[in-house]
């Protein structure tokens, strides 16, 4: 069980535990709105939510939105389920179970947490392999069906290993996208980054980048809202 400050997030049913990277795009992940107004409240989709935890941070950060959560594991829908219900944002953030090729619909925002691994070996727990392999959602995938689903203004925010940065870029270019936000995040000052945030647009716009090093006074901030 993680406590944060508004909701408190129960793991035992889920392969992928609450982690840095997940926290991070949760805390980072944007959510624009088009220029026109008005508009009606935005609508995010959490794909492969596992624990719902970026689901209830977009809802803890985006008060006007509506969450959409959805994962091909039952027992992660389940657990999600459960920890959406007990929170504060109970009625904004609904959890399916659904593969993201059968979702239909229109979103100002998609948040991921992808399967990472693309060519090491899978593990013998067929639900870690799931959710940590990219076997059940490849990264082509993953663009194919935001691009699909994403509003004209909207944003695709991921979180991946460095050493998998390239290879989600050039999927997303082939889908259409233009990489618009990225952070490096670093563990120390001296070490390369270890994760990118990236973010992803149909539309190009100014290009903004960032370096964060976790334990420094602005890591610290960006996830402030959400750590007792």
């Not at 793991?11 to 508009?39: E, F, H, I, N, R």
């Not at 969450?67 to 007990?86: G, L």
């Not at 059968?102 to 392999?129: E, K, M």
């Not at 925010?157 to 050493?163: F, K, M």
């Amino acid at each position: 069980m993680f406590r944060f400050r508004q909701f408190t997030i129960h793991q035992d049913q889920c392969a992928m535990k609450v982690g840095t990277d997940g926290t991070l795009l949760g805390a980072w992940a944007d959510v624009p709105l088009p220029v026109a107004t008005p508009s009606a409240p935005p609508l995010i989709l959490d794909v492969g939510t596992g624990t719902g935890l970026i689901a209830l941070m977009m809802a803890q950060r985006f008060p006007e939105a509506t969450v959409e959560a959805i994962d091909v594991d039952p027992s992660a829908v389940q657990q999600a389920s459960q920890n959406a219900a007990c929170s504060p944002f109970a009625s904004r953030v609904h959890v399916q179970l659904c593969d993201v090729a059968c979702l239909q619909g229109s979103f100002d925002a998609i948040v991921c947490n992808p399967p990472y691994y693309t060519h090491a070996l899978t593990s013998p727990d067929a639900r870690r392999t799931m959710a940590r392999h990219a076997v059940t959602l490849t990264y082509a995938q993953l663009m194919r069906h935001a691009w699909r689903m994403l509003r004209p203004w909207g944003q695709l925010s991921v979180v991946v290993p460095s050493q998998q940065k390239g290879l989600m870029e050039s999927e997303a270019a082939l889908a259409g996208f233009f990489l618009c936000r990225q952070c490096a995040v670093r563990t120390t000052e001296r070490k390369p980054p270890r994760r990118f945030l990236l973010a992803f647009a149909k539309q190009s716009a100014p290009f903004c980048a960032a370096t964060l090093t976790l334990g420094t006074p602005e890591a610290e901030t960006l996830t402030r809202q959400f750590y007792l």
